[in-house]
Every structure is written in structure tokens, then in C-alpha cells.
């Protein structure tokens, strides 16, 4: 079982605004990394730190913490915005890593 | 430009060994952790272990502790994963990945393009 857990799936219509939240214990001291994943392709890094975006992110994806949570939002969904989205951090010892199980996203 | 260029696919039988590669460019390859990641197939991202290339320091996930092996060559900027005795439950992708960041902030910004594994009995 995942230290962090996410919930399996979310809908969202075009253009409308999302959130995905990630759940663990570790979270209150360890910020979460989030990455997308396509089908049939490597995970992309969209957001780390405190809200941080890589360069070629959309500024569309944007994150956010409290407490023992992490949420990402995708503001303006788009249609390839359609992915699996996975939280990682480090697990509540702090010595491992661990990803979530992975939301699904579908934009309608 | 920062590239991690994998092996490719394999196709081996149960009981059979392997090792498959990760290699690094375009950064120093010793500066930089190392992470693997199993996909299993319709499944999400499992962390295997890690590995500092300068000094061959490794962290295994306890899921994985035992069933595989992680190393470093310098010499080629590659990083391994190797298996003695593969079962048919190793059937996946594999990637790996740069850990960048410290402490409270990490995170993989670059990722090799993976390595599919099937294993039959």
C-alpha cells in the first residue's frame, strides 16, 4: 500500500478547473513533485517544490500545499490535459520515496 | 542538453538474468542520484531504489530489497538494474530518472525513455 494516496479518478469539462489532492503524513514536511503520464509514454515532471513549473509547462498547472496535503490544479483544463497525474515524495521516515497510486484524468 | 538513454526491449524466459542500462549525458554524471522505476503493465509508478554514481551509494525501496541489483560505472556514465533470476511477475517497464533537487524539494526532471520487459514461463 502507498503512503500517499489519491483519489483513482476525476472528470472535468473543457476548459474547466481541476484539482487533484495527494494525501500522506510525509507531506507536512516534505513538499510533493507531480508528474503526468500519457499513455504509452515516460512520466513528465509538471510542478515541485512549493510551485514550481519546469520550462515548457503550461502556466495552466499550478500546485499547492497544507498540511498533510498537496493538490494540483489545472486551470483552463485542455483536451491533452487527459493523463494519469502521480504525487511523489519521500516516505514519513523520510529514508524512502514513494509515489501515489495515480489519478485519472478525464476532461470532457 | 541532459539525456537518459535506456536499453532496449527485452524478451526473456523465467530464471533467466539480466541487467539493463540507463545511460547519462549532457550532465555530470557523478553529481546526480539516479532512480528506477517499475510500471507494471495498466499499473502506476513503483519506486525501486537509488543510486549516487560518485560513490556507488544505494537505496533500495523494501519491496524490491533482494530482487534486484542497482550499480554505477562511472567510466560509461550508465547506471544498472539487474536481475539474477527473473519470474514471469517482472513482466513491466522500467525507468529511470534524475533526482534533482535536496531534501524537502525533490524531484525527476529528466527521465529515460524506459525499458520494456517481458518475461515468460
Known amino acids: 500500500s502507498s503512503e500517499l494516496t489519491q483519489d483513482p479518478a476525476v472528470s472535468v469539462a473543457l476548459g474547466q478547473t481541476v484539482s487533484i489532492t495527494c494525501l500522506g503524513d510525509?507531506?507536512?514536511?516534505?513538499?510533493a513533485s507531480w508528474y503526468q503520464q500519457k499513455p504509452g509514454q515516460a512520466p513528465v515532471l509538471v510542478i515541485y517544490?512549493?510551485?514550481s513549473r519546469p520550462s515548457g509547462i503550461p502556466d495552466r498547472f499550478s500546485g499547492s500545499s497544507s498540511g498533510n496535503t498537496a493538490s494540483l490544479t489545472i486551470t483552463g483544463a485542455q483536451a491533452e490535459d487527459e493523463a494519469d497525474y502521480y504525487c511523489?515524495?519521500?516516505?514519513?521516515?523520510?529514508?524512502?520515496?514513494?509515489f501515489g497510486p495515480g489519478t485519472k484524468v478525464t476532461v470532457l | 542538453e541532459v539525456q537518459l538513454v535506456q536499453s532496449g526491449a527485452e524478451v526473456k524466459k523465467a530464471g533467466e538474468s539480466l541487467k539493463i542500462s540507463c545511460k547519462g549525458s549532457?550532465?555530470?554524471?557523478?553529481?546526480?542520484?539516479i532512480v528506477w522505476v517499475r510500471q507494471m503493465p495498466g499499473k502506476g509508478l513503483e519506486w525501486m531504489g537509488i543510486?549516487?554514481?560518485?560513490?556507488?551509494?544505494?537505496r533500495y525501496s523494501p519491496a524490491f530489497q533482494g530482487q534486484v541489483t542497482i550499480s554505477a560505472d562511472k567510466s560509461t556514465s550508465t547506471t544498472y538494474l539487474q536481475w539474477s533470476s527473473l519470474k514471469a511477475s517482472d513482466s513491466a517497464m522500467y525507468y529511470c530518472?534524475?533526482?534533482?533537487?535536496?531534501?524537502?524539494?525533490?524531484?525527476?526532471?529528466?527521465w529515460g525513455q524506459g525499458s520494456l520487459l517481458t518475461v515468460f514461463s
Open positions: 511523489h515524495s519521500r516516505d514519513s521516515s523520510g529514508n524512502q520515496y514513494v
Open positions: 543510486i549516487y554514481p560518485g560513490d556507488s551509494d544505494t
Open positions: 549532457g550532465y555530470t554524471f557523478t553529481d546526480y542520484w
Open positions: 530518472a534524475r533526482h534533482d533537487g535536496g531534501l524537502r524539494v525533490m524531484y525527476f526532471r529528466h
Open positions: 510525509s507531506l507536512i514536511t516534505y513538499y
Open positions: 517544490g512549493k510551485n
